[in-house]
């Protein structure tokens, strides 16, 4: 008697009732504190930023002098790695990814801590050290930042490492080609974005497109368009507003809006006029279809179980997130304090950002929003970094006008501060070249090691392999 062919595990794998609960448990844990909002004494919130307030209220009055420890600590980690290059840093990704930074970028991190030096001490001119600027920046901004990222940074693995992306981003699959003409796949690597971080996504989708997976045109389009902050970016954002109450509502702005900019972008100039071509020297491979004969809810289990069968022990997962805090606290701090000081004191002292945003008054106006000129120059600065129009916007007295402030930081999605930042992390793309992480949001993937001939994240001296960050942005 014939006997039928053997299957693999891949083609037919089986699961266990273990791999369910390592799908189930951790997802709705995860989602509970990302998601679910707690009522509290002054209305709803959700528990990430509920126990990032607690922590803040204990220990409140040392967080500015931790955070410059940390500046300190980035600034002198940097400096040993250019100067003695020791293997434990060079040889470790995540370490290498984290100190291995390009002059730029050490610069800035040298910047905010003598700028948060200077502002803890009370030392040199009060444009910097006043209540305006760094003080702002210092004693309001950094605490809820150094607190956020903590619990944040701790419990984001619990949304990425256990199959909730692949279950979602799969049943998402049909609508990503005809709404916003790109695979079914790109919906794994905007969810990336929206739960972890935009570099997140732009990590996967290069490493696609370097694959054959992407068109130049679908990674552009995936780059610009769908690479948006994270979940505990907009935390940060809703929390410095004072405006916690309202995170559903924030959040259902956000994705609405996005949705509405993805459907558009991709159909204009520029991203329009992109050759539907492979990267060099790769081939394009078809995507994998549903099996006709597997309904799209059972599919979507089935990534899921396979994600969390290959999911890391409980020791790695909070190692993962133990490296997350480590990532926000020494790579990111630093760059907020710099670009943010710079940025207030040019607001304070210099009309730039008032005669930059008088455009934008007639508008504001016209749809009857409350303080429209405070409003209006908000509007502009968000090209420098998306979490200034929030700190130039917090003094404002109308919800509504700080509530708009807030959905439009975080839904304009092309700006200096991720452009630059994206450069140095990546290894060498057609994209982009090695990202740091954001300059507000968690940096929750580390890239495996695909050049083996050398440790990953060493910086290339090929000049050939550099590219402009409009080369970057717009593939």
Not at 25 to 47: E, K, R
Not at 76 to 89: C, I, M, Q
Request: avoid cysteine; glycine fraction near 6%; aromatic fraction near 10%.
């Amino acid at each position: 008697m014939n006997q039928p062919p053997n299957r693999t595990n891949e083609d037919n794998p089986s699961f266990t009732s273990n791999d369910f609960l390592k799908f189930i448990i951790p997802s709705l844990i995860g989602l509970m504190f990302f998601i679910v909002p707690i009522p509290t004494d002054d209305g709803f919130t959700i528990p990430v930023a509920f126990l990032s307030n607690q922590l803040i209220d204990l220990i409140g009055d040392v967080v500015p002098t931790l955070a410059v420890i940390m500046m300190g600590l980035s600034v002198l980690g940097s400096l040993w790695t250019y100067l003695a290059k020791p293997a434990f840093v060079l040889e470790r990704p995540h370490f290498n990814s984290l100190l291995n930074v390009t002059p730029f970028w050490f610069a800035m991190r040298v910047v905010g801590f003598i700028a948060g030096v200077m502002t803890l001490l009370v030392l040199g001119p009060e444009m910097i050290t006043s209540e305006f600027t760094g003080g702002l920046l210092l004693y309001d901004l950094i605490p809820i930042l150094f607190a956020t990222f903590l619990f944040a940074g701790m419990l984001l693995p619990l949304l990425l490492n256990f199959g909730l992306l692949e279950f979602v981003g799969t049943m998402l699959i049909k609508v990503m080609r005809p709404l916003f003409k790109l695979p079914g796949r790109a919906s794994l690597d905007s969810l990336a974005s929206w739960v972890g971080d935009a570099t997140i996504g732009i990590l996967l989708t290069t490493k696609q497109y370097e694959n054959g997976y992407y068109t130049k045109r679908e990674a552009a389009v995936i780059a610009t368009t769908f690479s948006v902050v994270s979940i505990t970016f907009t935390i940060v954002i809703l929390s410095y507003m004072e405006l916690d109450a309202y995170f559903l509502q924030y959040y259902g702005a956000i994705v609405i809006s996005g949705i509405v900019a993805a459907l558009i972008m991709p159909r204009i100039y520029p991203l329009s006029k992109k050759a539907d071509t492979p990267y060099e020297g790769t081939e394009l491979k078809p995507e994998e279809p549903v099996p006709a004969n597997v309904s799209m809810p059972k599919w979507a289990l089935r990534q899921a179980l396979l994600k969390s069968q290959s999911s890391k022990s409980f020791g790695a997962t909070l190692k993962d997130g133990f490296q997350n805090v480590l990532d926000m606290w020494l790579g990111i701090l630093p760059i907020v304090m710099a670009v943010g000081t710079i940025a207030l004191v040019i607001a304070e002292y210099t009309p730039l950002f008032t005669i930059l945003g008088k455009p934008f008054e007639p508008i504001l106006m016209l749809l009857q929003v409350p303080e429209a000129e405070a409003a209006a120059q908000t509007m502009v600065v968000g090209f420098a970094d998306m979490f200034l129009p929030a700190v130039l916007g917090s003094g404002i007295e109308s919800e509504m006008t700080r509530f708009i402030i807030a959905t439009v930081s975080v839904t304009q999605l092309i700006f200096m501060s991720e452009v630059g930042g994206a450069a140095p992390r990546l290894e060498t793309a057609n994209l982009i070249r090695r990202p740091r992480p954001h300059l507000l949001a968690p940096d929750v993937y580390h890239a495996p090691d695909y050049r083996r001939d050398r440790p990953f994240g060493l910086l290339t001296t090929n000049a050939s392999s550099r590219i402009s960050w409009e080369e970057a942005l717009f593939v």
